[in-house]
Every structure is written in C-alpha cells, then in structure tokens.
C-alpha cells in the first residue's frame, strides 16, 4: 500500500495563520475534487478560522472520560474507517487524553499515513524537540508538548506560513487570536517584538537547514559533483599553526557579507597520526570558531589539498580560506607547488582566498643599509654555482666540443660567468672568471691539460673574462643597493603613515606605536615612561639592570618644554643616522597622541563639570520653586496663627494648622527624595534584600495612594513566585510608577497593575493609556529634575522615575517603558525570582 504524504505548515508563533491556511487549501483541493475532511481542528474561537471551516465535512471527535471531564480527540478509527484522499490535523505536536489509541497526535499521524492517506498538519517552532531549549531562553516559557525531529523532517513537504513580527502583534491587539482580556498579558511577555523576530528568524533557519539537507540528498542520489552554491558557505583551512586565529576572523568577515552566511573551520590531519600543529592551538582555535558562530570538523587524509576541496565540496562550500604558505622561496623550489597551489588548480568553481599572516611575511621590519649591498646567502651561492656549474659545463663541453667550436666553448664560460655575477656579486664572479680561464686552459687550447699561457692572446682572454665579471657584478652590486634603498624607503614610508595615522586611533594609538617602533628597528625591547614613572606602555623583553647601564640603551624625551610628558626607551639594538631621524618623527607623533589623550581627559572631565551644573542649576531652579511654596504656606499659617492668637474660631485654626502640616509634610518628602537622589549617584545606598511577594508590595503601594477600582486595575498573577528585593524601596518605587501613572492617565481609564514571570525573572507592569513618551525621550525621563515636557513647576521636583530606576538597578532589577498596545506607556519593572536558598536576608 503506498504510504501517504505528509505536508507540514510551520509556524513562529500562535496567530500566524497556520490553521487558516491548512483550510484554505483544503478547500481549494476539495473543489479539485479530492475527498477531503477536517480531522481535528482548533479555531481557538477565532471567527475568520471558523469560518474556512464552514462547508468542509468533519470527523466527529472522540469523546473521552478522564476524572471526570469530558476530553474531546481526533477519533482516530473513524478517520482511518472513512479512509478520505485527504485529512486535515491541527497541532501536530498536542499530547492526547489519556486513554487513547496513541499518546501523541503526531502517532496518530504516522498512523494515519500508514493507511494510504495524505495529512496536512501544523505546528510551531517551539514545538520542535531539538529547538525546545533555545526557544526556553528567547521567551521564557518551557514547552511541554514537543515534536521529533525526524517526524517533521520525515515531511514530504514543509512550508513556513509567515508573517512579519509588527503585523502579529498588531492582529493580536485588534483581537483577531486571543480575547480582549488575554491580549495585554500576551503582547507583554510571549508576544514581545523581539521574542518573535527570535522565533521567526528561528523558523526560518530551521527550514533552510531542511532544504538545505534536501538539496544534499538530491546532488548525491543524481551524481551531481559540482557545488550549487544556494548559500553561502565560507571553509577555513586550519593548520593549528599561529595564523589560525587570524584566517577565522577573515572567513567570520568573508562569510557575514551575505545574509545566512555560514563558517566552517576543518583541520586534516594525516593518517599516520603524526601531528604538526602548535600544542592546544586547534582548541583554542576551535573555541573561536564555536564564538563566531562557526562549525568545527576534522578529516583524516594524506593528500592535504585534495583533503580541503573534497570536504569543500561536500558541504556544496561557496570559498575557501587558507593561510599562504610559511615555506621559503628555496624550500618551494626543492619540494614543488604547495598546498594553495594545488587548491587553487583543484578547487573548480570554488572561490579560493590565500591570506597573508604574520608567521608567513614575518613581522615589519626596516632594511638595513649598512653591511655589504648583497647578503651572505647571495654571496654563497654565487660560490656555489661557480663550483658546481663550472665542472658540469666543462664536461658537457669537452664531450661535445669540437677544435671549429672554440669560440662557442668560450661564451658559454662567458655567460657562466655573467650567471654567477648575477646571484653572487663581485667576488663569486672573479673567482669564476678565474676559474673558467684556467679551465679553457687545460682542456680546450694546445697544449692540452696543462696550464700554459704561451699564446699573449690567452693571457689577454684571462684578463678580459675577470674584467667582464667585474664590471657585470658591480652592476649587479648596484642595483642591489639601489633595489635595498627603494625597499627601505617604501619601509620607512609604510612606517611614516602607520605613525600619521595611529593619532585618529585615539587610546589604542600609543601601544601600537610603541609594538611598531621595536619591530621596524628590531630592538630587544621598548617602553615609554611618563614623567612620574608610570608605565605607559612596553613591548618586547623588559628593561634590566644590566641594560640601563650599557649603552646601547637610547633615552628620548616626549613632549616639547623643560619638562617632558614622558620619555621613550629602546634598548637591545645600535640605531644609525637614518633611523635617529625617523625616531624623531614617532617621537613627534607619540606627544600628539599623549597631547590628544590629555585633552580628551580635559574634555570629559569639563562635559562632567557641565553636567554637574547643568544639574546643579536645575536644582536650584527646582528649590526656589518647589520648596518656596510650601515654605512660603508653612510659614503664612504659622504667622496667622501667632498673630491672631485667641482671636480665630476653632475651625479657622484647624485649617492653618493642616495647611501648615501638609506643607511641612511636601518640604519633608522634597528633601527626604534629595537625599536619595544624592545616595543613589553616591553609590551608597542601603538595600536589604530578602524574599518578598510582589502582591503584597502592590496593594501596599496602592493603600498608600489611595487608589480604589475605578482609577486602578489589579491584575496579579497567583501563581508568581516570591522575588529578591528590598520591600521597603519596592513600595517607592511601585508608588512612584503608579502615582506617575495616575497623573498622565486619561479621566474615565483606569492604571492597570499586573505582574507576571518571565524564564528566571519576575516583571510588574503599570500599564496607562495617556500620551506615552517618544522613543527618543525613553532614557531623559530616568534623568533627574525632569518632568513631561518640562513646562509644568507645580508637579514636584522631577525626581520620581530616576528614584525609582535607581532603586530598582540597587535590588538587582530593571525598570525600563515601553509602549502600550493602543496608545499609552507600560513601565516595566523587572525583579530576579527568589530561589529556594533566598529565603533569609541580605543587605548589599
């Protein structure tokens, strides 16, 4: 019997449309003439998803008895018994009642298809087993229900039905997926703008990873080699050698230029076991991998490049990275193309990037121009090549040669000369002008092997090979010094922009400059010192006793006048004329970076002068202000009450004895928030933690305000466990919030107050519907003396929301707005849940 077909529609998140799409194809397949039917469907009281429904037939649920409720399932044998083309499952991951055939949905599923017939199902990203944990840290929520991998991935078909973040959250506000009395609860904790960008970017990875492995499946089974690079795929090489560090990072760049972008670091080690990486390199390197985001593999094989592009080619790799060669230039030539070499002539369509690296080039440094203009390497080699290609070239001469071919003979030994000239300098040249002389000598001019100058025209040949090789290798010299002068001017230019640029790299500039100055002049060690003796910055081996004292130790001072700013050492290595005078430059450049850093300091500590007057001024704004009224009726009562004397009635003198108590009252509150504001900035402020019910703080807080039902809305959540925090500065701040609130709240709408847990965190939230604040103003609200719009004088100092986040940060908490669905402003206030250790009390 052939097995039906699964089609899976995946979704972010509740609300998507998931449902409504299952129907809608069902219907559009109905009138296709298929026989279709409903075999279980949740509508979850959404009309527009009823609505599909409507004209489709359904199976009858299977009503089961469970303690004594009524459960209703997918019957399960009356689908199987009506055996339709089609059937239509909602919530493929929903755990049945007990006492049915199958303890999951996605069992009567798989039984379902057994029998020949094709299922359209649904289901959420949460609900995917091996996703269930990440989706635990985005939102909080563990996931009770949960699908295999291998069912969804068994699919024939799996679409994601999608819809973008804002447009959800708004469908949930207009009513359209939960009721209106769930919707405030959802868009606050589930239904967060970022939980679901999370779970939707979520989703999608997870199904481009399905066609992904799809597509692998379909190149292997047809034969396909060649990479179809659909995404893509960055492999980085690893040796476990020092350059590992620095080719990731260039592949982490390389593969985050494209959206989904994805690194993978593989290492080939050989079959014999035998390692060559640096020791505990490749888990260091494999840690940074996992850091950026990457993948890590090992192969085994002996032909290292063929090793690389096999795997490149199995992950269907769009580039591959690899560090270029640390072999020499005479190493190359002995053992033939290398490994990017070989690569890059194997790769095909596979873009290959040789990345250069410090083991490789070596680090900066400045050539010398003192010493001969050839190196000893050169100089030796030109000897070698004399020797060894003087006897070669004589044998294949004189088995050659004939008495017509003496002139041939003659400019062959002539452009061995020219040859040595070339690689050696002068020295190996008149050797070999020597040598070939005395050769021809010997073997080709009679008389035959002996060393006779009888004729004055070979005497004269001797003389014209030794001053041809002269006068060839002294070009040869020249240009040498010439092509050393050009590379220690581009050095020395290369150096001079490093040094001119290093000003705009601010704090960093100066150790750079200091690293740069003992790699270009190859010292032992560099330090700069400021003019107290602190450290500013060092690079290379530390300054010893014995270095101090010698003299190759060079001091200079930094920084124009008397007194320098600070003072460069170098020591370890004899510095000449030229470099003395590029000294001078860096000098120059490290007092403009010390000059700038000074002034940088001066300007933040003059910003923070500002800011404190700025407060300040603000302050004494406030004072003469809010202060001066309440003084100002203190001081009125009491004088009437002194000068009137037995003259008032009782009731004239009750009322300016509580005009002169409520305002002494407002002048106590004033300065007692003062005080806590001046604490707060201090850093001093006493908290005394302890495990406390945020229920309790709540209706304290709205007892204190004396806020009935009409102008406030509790909506506590029961079942929230106790949070760790100072009750006595969580009353203020829930006050604060409130009573903030209640000032901005339209008349006839009522502050609604609920708390709720979100993973390891707990968040009360004051919810009004007034004018909300702007995006841009959300963090000047925190600051103090500020009030709405900064027009109102008679609402207080402006210190109640900057108490009330510094008290929250002060127990561990957050209070942050956010916009209420409709118009308005939430603030959240976010407290860690007490464990069960957190019972007893802690002050901090």
Request: aromatic share 4%; proline share 4%; net charge negative.
């Amino acid at each position: 019997m052939r097995r039906g077909r699964l089609r899976v529609l995946l979704g972010a998140a509740p609300g998507v449309g998931k449902t409504y799409e299952m129907l809608e194809e069902g219907r559009r397949l109905r009138g296709d003439g298929r026989d279709v039917v409903i075999a279980v469907v949740e509508t979850h009281g959404r009309a527009a998803t009823a609505a599909q429904a409507e004209g489709l037939p359904v199976i009858p649920p299977q009503r089961i008895e469970h303690r004594g409720v009524t459960l209703q399932e997918m019957d399960l044998d009356a689908v199987l018994a009506r055996h339709p083309d089609l059937a239509l499952v909602d919530e493929l991951a929903h755990t049945n009642a007990p006492g049915s055939r199958n303890a999951k949905r996605w069992q009567d599923v798989d039984d379902i298809l057994a029998a020949g017939i094709d299922v359209i199902t649904t289901v959420n990203v949460q609900h995917i087993e091996s996703l269930n944990d990440v989706v635990e840290k985005i939102t909080g929520v563990v996931q009770q229900e949960t699908v295999p991998d291998a069912v969804v991935r068994g699919a024939d078909q799996i679409e994601v039905v999608d819809l973008a973040p804002q447009s959800l959250r708004d469908r949930l506000s207009a009513g359209d997926v939960y009721p209106a009395e769930r919707i405030d609860a959802a868009l606050s904790n589930y239904f967060r703008l970022g939980n679901l960008t999370a779970l939707r970017e979520l989703a999608l990875l997870w199904l481009a990873d399905e066609v992904d492995s799809a597509l692998k499946t379909y190149r292997t089974e047809h034969g396909i080699e060649g990479s179809w690079q659909a995404r893509e795929r960055v492999v980085v090489a690893l040796t476990g050698g020092a350059e590992g560090e620095t080719l990731l990072r260039r592949g982490a760049r390389i593969a985050a230029r494209s959206a989904g972008g994805e690194l993978l670091a593989v290492h080939v080690s050989s079959q014999d076991g035998l390692s060559s990486e640096i020791p505990g390199a490749l888990a260091v390197q494999r840690a940074l991998v996992e850091s950026l985001g990457g993948t890590y593999h090992q192969v085994v094989g002996d032909d290292i490049a063929r090793s690389l592009v096999d795997f490149a080619r199995s992950v269907n790799a769009s580039q591959l990275v690899l560090g270029v060669s640390r072999r020499g230039r005479f190493a190359a030539a002995l053992t033939g193309p290398g490994i990017g070499a070989t690569v890059i002539r194997e790769s095909g369509d596979i873009d290959v990037h040789i990345v250069t690296h410090a083991a490789a080039g070596g680090r900066f440094a400045l050539p010398r121009l003192t010493g001969g203009a050839l190196s000893v390497k050169r100089r030796i080699l030109g000897f070698v090549v004399a020797l060894a290609g003087g006897p070669l070239l004589s044998w294949l001469l004189f088995a050659t040669g004939t008495e017509e071919s003496i002139t041939s003979d003659v400019l062959a030994y002539q452009l061995l000369v020219v040859v040595v000239a070339l690689v050696g300098g002068v020295w190996p040249a008149v050797f070999a002008a020597v040598l070939s002389g005395l050769t021809l000598d010997f073997l080709f001019i009679d008389p035959l092997f002996t060393i006779t100058v009888a004729d004055p025209e070979h005497a004269l040949s001797l003389v014209l090979y030794i001053v041809i090789a002269v006068l060839v290798s002294f070009v040869v010299d020249q240009a040498a010094r010439r092509a050393r002068a050009a590379r220690r001017a581009l050095a020395e230019s290369e150096l001079l922009a490093t040094v001119a640029g290093s000003v705009l790299r601010g704090e960093s500039a100066v150790p750079a400059l200091v690293s740069r100055t003992r790699e270009a002049f190859g010292l032992a060690g560099v330090r700069l010192v400021a003019g107290d003796g602190a450290v500013l910055a060092t690079d290379g081996e530390p300054l010893r006793e014995e270095d101090g004292r010698s003299s190759r130790l060079v001091r200079l001072p930094v920084g124009a006048g008397t007194t320098p700013r600070a003072t460069l050492e170098l020591h370890g290595g004899d510095l000449d004329a030229s470099e003395r005078r590029l000294l001078d430059a860096i000098v120059a450049q490290l007092a403009a970076t010390l000059e700038r850093s000074d002034l940088t300091l001066t300007a933040r500590e003059a910003s923070a002068l500002a800011e404190t007057d700025q407060v300040r001024t603000a302050l004494l704004s406030a004072v003469s202000h809010d202060l001066r009224r309440p003084l100002a009726a203190a001081v009125a009562a009491l004088g009437g009450l002194r000068a009137s004397g037995d003259q008032l009635s009782p009731e004239d003198r009750r009322e300016l004895l509580a005009t002169a108590d409520e305002s002494l009252a407002a002048l106590s509150t004033l300065v007692t928030d003062l005080l806590d504001v001046s604490r707060v900035e201090a850093g001093v402020l006493a908290v005394s933690l302890r495990s406390v019910d945020s229920a309790d703080v709540v209706l304290a807080a709205v007892d204190e305000l004396r806020l009935g039902p009409d102008t406030v809305e509790l909506a506590l959540d029961g079942a929230l466990p106790p949070v760790v925090a100072d009750p006595v500065l969580l009353q203020r701040v829930i006050v604060n919030v409130l009573a903030n609130a209640g000032r901005y709240a339209p008349e006839g709408t009522r502050v609604r107050v609920t708390t709720s847990r979100l993973g390891d965190r707990a968040e009360i939230r004051i919810v009004d519907h007034g004018p909300g604040v702007p995006a841009e103003r959300r963090e000047s609200v925190f600051a103090p003396f500020q009030r709405q719009g900064d027009t109102d004088n008679t609402t207080g100092l402006g210190l109640g929301l900057a108490l009330s986040k510094g008290f929250a940060e002060g127990m561990g908490g957050t209070l942050a707005p956010e916009d209420t669905p409709g118009g308005g402003l939430t603030m959240v206030i976010g407290l860690p849940v007490a464990k069960p250790a957190d019972n007893g009390e802690g002050a901090r």
